[in-house]
C-alpha cells in the first residue's frame, strides 16, 4: 500500500505552479469576461471579447489587460493548490482498491470546491475591483471628464457627488493592498468575503463536474490498465472538462461578479444578495444575460485547467522534494 500513498506537499506545490503558469497564460481573457459580464443594458461599452481588449489596450495599454493579476498570481498558488491537493485527497480516502464510484469521485469533486472557496473569495473579490476598474472609468459620464480635465478641483469636489453615484469615479485606480484596507477597515473580514454563497454556489457544482469529467475522459487514453495518460491527453481532458464546468456554471459566475462588484456606473443596478440579483438580472436584462461572458469563461477555463492538469500530472512537486535531504527516522 506504500506506493498508494499519497504525497500532500508534492501535490500542493505541482497545483501551485500550475495555478501560475495557467493563470498567466489566460488572465487577458478573464479580465475581458468580468468586464462583459458587469456591463448592464444601459451602459453598454464592449460588444465582445475582442472588442474588449482592444479598447483596453487603446485606453490603458498593454499592461491594462492586466489589472489585478498581481493578486490573482499570488493567491492562485494556494487557490490551486487547495483545489487540486484536495480532491486527490478525498478521492485516495475514499477509493477502495483504487477504484471510485461516480458519486464518489462527484463527493471528492463537492470537497475540494468547498475547501478552495477559504482562498478564492478574497481573490476574487479584489482581483474583480481591479479588473472593472477601467470600465468604471469610461464608462463615467462625459461631463465628469470635462470635470477631471478642469484645473478647479474645488469645483471637481463640489459637483462630483451630485452628478455620479459615489464610489463610480476614480482619478486613479485602487491598489490591492488600497482596496484590501479599506474593505477590513469598513467591513471587518467579512468583506473580503462578500459573495461567499454565490462562490460556493459556483465552485462547488463547478468542480463536481469537473474532476469527475476530467479522471473519465483522462481514463480513456491510459496505456494499458496501470500506465499514465500521455500528457496531450491530460492537456485535451482537463481542457474539455474544464470549458463544460464552465458553460454550465457561468450563469451562477454572473451572480457572483455582480455581488462582488463594489463599484458601479450612475445607472447600473445595485444588489443586496443572490436573490435580489438574480431578479432584477431578469427583470432588466433577460435570462440571456445569465450567459453573459460564458465563451469568455471558456476559453479562460479550458487552457487554464489544461495546463493545470499537464504540470500537475509531470509530478514537478515530487521532482522538487526529491532533491531536499531526507530525515532518517
Same mark, same amino acid.
Given at each position: 500500500?506504500?506506493?498508494? !500513498?499519497?504525497?500532500?506537499?508534492?501535490?500542493?506545490?505541482?497545483?501551485?505552479?500550475?495555478?501560475?503558469?495557467?493563470?498567466?497564460?489566460?488572465? $487577458?481573457?478573464?479580465?475581458?469576461?468580468?468586464?462583459? !459580464?458587469?456591463?448592464?443594458?444601459?451602459?453598454?461599452?464592449?460588444?465582445?471579447?475582442?472588442?474588449?481588449?482592444?479598447?483596453?489596450?487603446?485606453?490603458?495599454?498593454?499592461?491594462?489587460?492586466?489589472?489585478?493579476?498581481?493578486?490573482?498570481?499570488?493567491?492562485?498558488?494556494?487557490?490551486?493548490?487547495?483545489?487540486?491537493?484536495?480532491?486527490?485527497?478525498?478521492?485516495?480516502?475514499?477509493?477502495?482498491?483504487?477504484?471510485?464510484?461516480?458519486?464518489?469521485?462527484?463527493?471528492?469533486?463537492?470537497?475540494?470546491?468547498?475547501?478552495?472557496?477559504?482562498?478564492?473569495?478574497?481573490?476574487?473579490?479584489?482581483?474583480?475591483?481591479?479588473?472593472?476598474?477601467?470600465?468604471?472609468? /469610461?464608462?463615467?459620464?462625459?461631463?465628469?471628464?470635462?470635470?477631471?480635465?478642469?484645473?478647479?478641483?474645488?469645483? !471637481?469636489?463640489?459637483?462630483?457627488?451630485?452628478?455620479?453615484?459615489?464610489?463610480?469615479?476614480?482619478?486613479?485606480?485602487?491598489?490591492?493592498?488600497?482596496?484590501?484596507?479599506?474593505?477590513?477597515?469598513?467591513?471587518?473580514?467579512?468583506?473580503?468575503?462578500?459573495?461567499?454563497?454565490?462562490?460556493?454556489?459556483?465552485?462547488?457544482?463547478?468542480?463536481?463536474?469537473?474532476?469527475?469529467?476530467?479522471? *473519465?475522459? *483522462?481514463?480513456?487514453?491510459?496505456?494499458?490498465?496501470?500506465? $499514465?495518460?500521455?500528457?496531450?491527453?491530460?492537456?485535451?481532458?482537463?481542457?474539455?472538462?474544464?470549458?463544460?464546468?464552465?458553460?454550465?456554471?457561468?450563469?451562477?459566475?454572473?451572480?457572483?461578479?455582480?455581488?462582488?462588484?463594489?463599484?458601479?456606473?450612475?445607472?447600473?443596478?445595485?444588489?443586496?444578495?443572490?436573490?435580489?440579483? /438574480?431578479?432584477?438580472?431578469?427583470? *432588466?436584462?433577460?435570462?440571456?444575460?445569465?450567459?453573459?461572458?460564458?465563451?469568455?469563461?471558456?476559453?479562460?477555463?479550458?487552457?487554464?485547467?489544461?495546463?493545470?492538469?499537464? /504540470?500537475?500530472?509531470?509530478?514537478?512537486?515530487?521532482?522538487?522534494?526529491?532533491?531536499?535531504?531526507?530525515?532518517?527516522?
Amino acid at each position: 500500500m506504500a506506493d498508494k !500513498q499519497i504525497s500532500l506537499p508534492a501535490k500542493l506545490i505541482n497545483g501551485g505552479i500550475a495555478g501560475l503558469i495557467g493563470v498567466t497564460c489566460v488572465f $487577458p481573457i478573464d479580465l475581458a469576461k468580468t468586464r462583459l !459580464q458587469n456591463q448592464q443594458n444601459g451602459a453598454r461599452l464592449y460588444t465582445s471579447m475582442s472588442d474588449c481588449l482592444i479598447k483596453t489596450i487603446r485606453s490603458e495599454g498593454y499592461f491594462g489587460m492586466y489589472r489585478g493579476a498581481a493578486v490573482n498570481l499570488t493567491l492562485v498558488t494556494p487557490e490551486k493548490a487547495i483545489k487540486l491537493a484536495a480532491n486527490d485527497f478525498f478521492r485516495h480516502h475514499f477509493s477502495k482498491d483504487g477504484k471510485l464510484t461516480l458519486f464518489k469521485e462527484m463527493l471528492a469533486g463537492c470537497g475540494a470546491g468547498t475547501c478552495q472557496v477559504i482562498v478564492t473569495t478574497p481573490m476574487e473579490m479584489l482581483k474583480i475591483q481591479l479588473q472593472d476598474a477601467g470600465r468604471i472609468e /469610461i464608462t463615467t459620464p462625459l461631463f465628469c471628464f470635462l470635470l477631471n480635465a478642469m484645473n478647479s478641483k474645488s469645483a !471637481q469636489r463640489k459637483l462630483m457627488p451630485e452628478t455620479v453615484a459615489a464610489g463610480t469615479v476614480e482619478t486613479k485606480s485602487p491598489t490591492a493592498m488600497q482596496l484590501t484596507r479599506e474593505l477590513l477597515r469598513e467591513k471587518g473580514i467579512a468583506g473580503l468575503y462578500k459573495g461567499l454563497g454565490a462562490t460556493l454556489l459556483r465552485d462547488v457544482p463547478f468542480s463536481i463536474i469537473y474532476f469527475p469529467l476530467f479522471a *473519465n475522459l *483522462n481514463n480513456l487514453g491510459k496505456r494499458g490498465v496501470e500506465g $499514465p495518460a500521455p500528457f496531450y491527453v491530460s492537456f485535451i481532458s482537463g481542457c474539455l472538462a474544464g470549458s463544460t464546468a464552465a458553460v454550465a456554471v457561468n450563469p451562477v459566475d454572473v451572480i457572483k461578479t455582480r455581488l462582488q462588484s463594489l463599484n458601479r456606473g450612475s445607472t447600473e443596478d445595485t444588489y443586496s444578495g443572490v436573490t435580489d440579483c /438574480i431578479r432584477k438580472i431578469l427583470r *432588466n436584462e433577460g435570462p440571456s444575460a445569465f450567459l453573459k461572458g460564458a465563451y469568455c469563461r471558456a476559453l479562460v477555463i479550458a487552457p487554464l485547467f489544461g495546463i493545470a492538469q499537464v /504540470i500537475y500530472f509531470l509530478g514537478v512537486g515530487e521532482l522538487i522534494l526529491s532533491f531536499l535531504p531526507k530525515k532518517d527516522n
